[in-house]
């Protein structure tokens, strides 16, 4: 069964607005957190680091006041697109590693916004 | 930089025939190395990994993957697909274990019967 989980599994929202998605690790604690973006026919880009307790480490070119990232607990990071546009309309994923040296990485079934 | 490539973007081939799917990566260091399957509406599984040792590594469903550090290859395997084998594959490499992966961009999978 899935080992982590993210809600909404898809969301259409009016650009300006902003949403938040879920990533839950459902039966391990994560101190960490990835999220990644995956756009049609590419490949999983990963966007920030999230962690719990600190400040998320964001990849190059992210805007971290665009993608807001809370790790509020050692089970559930969040991730909050501010006033969504068209372009950011993607498919979002996260993962969760887990074991000493996170040499396995469960990933989120993903969720796909589609900002109107 | 670091990167890895998957130069097939999409492959068909028949239920029962082999299939090999290739992956070079470009890194310093040998870099711990992945393979996942990405199917419509779930999360990314992993297939199988290479941190280290034989270089032959037998995944899930039937799959194995042969690091070749001379010619900075991870191909994938399978001796006979399957129709359910029908999906996207992604090659992924990381410096440090699972964490901050780089992912190739994929390669699509049909299985026709």
């Known amino acids: 069964g899935a080992v982590v989980s993210q809600h909404p599994s898809w969301v259409i929202c009016k650009s300006g607005t902003s949403v938040k998605i879920e990533c839950r690790s459902l039966?391990?604690?994560?101190?960490?957190m990835f999220w990644y973006r995956q756009f049609p026919k590419q490949s999983l880009m990963l966007m920030a680091t999230s962690n719990e307790g600190s400040k998320a480490t964001y990849e190059q070119g992210v805007e971290k006041d665009k993608f807001l990232i809370n790790h509020a607990s050692l089970t559930l990071s969040t991730l909050t697109v501010t006033s969504a546009h068209p372009e950011d309309s993607s498919f979002y994923i996260c993962?969760?590693?887990?074991?000493?040296?996170?040499?396995?990485?469960?990933f989120g079934p993903g969720t796909r916004l589609l900002v109107l | 930089a670091q990167s890895v490539t998957q130069p097939d973007i999409h492959i068909t081939v028949s239920e029962g025939a082999s299939l090999e799917l290739r992956c070079n990566y470009s890194y310093g260091a040998t870099p711990y190395l992945f393979w996942y399957v990405q199917s419509p509406g779930q999360g990314l599984q992993l297939l199988l990994k290479?941190?280290?040792?034989?270089?032959l590594v037998q995944g899930i469903k039937g799959f194995e993957a042969e690091f070749k550090r001379s010619q900075s290859s991870f191909n994938l395997r399978k001796p006979s697909v399957h129709w359910s084998d029908a999906a996207e594959y992604f090659c992924a490499g990381g410096p440090t274990g699972a964490n901050n992966l780089f992912f190739g961009t994929g390669t699509r999978l049909t299985v026709i019967p």
């Open positions: 039966d391990f604690q994560a101190t960490t």
């Open positions: 993962s969760a590693p887990r074991g000493g040296n996170g040499e396995t990485q469960y």
């Open positions: 290479y941190f280290s040792g034989d270089t």
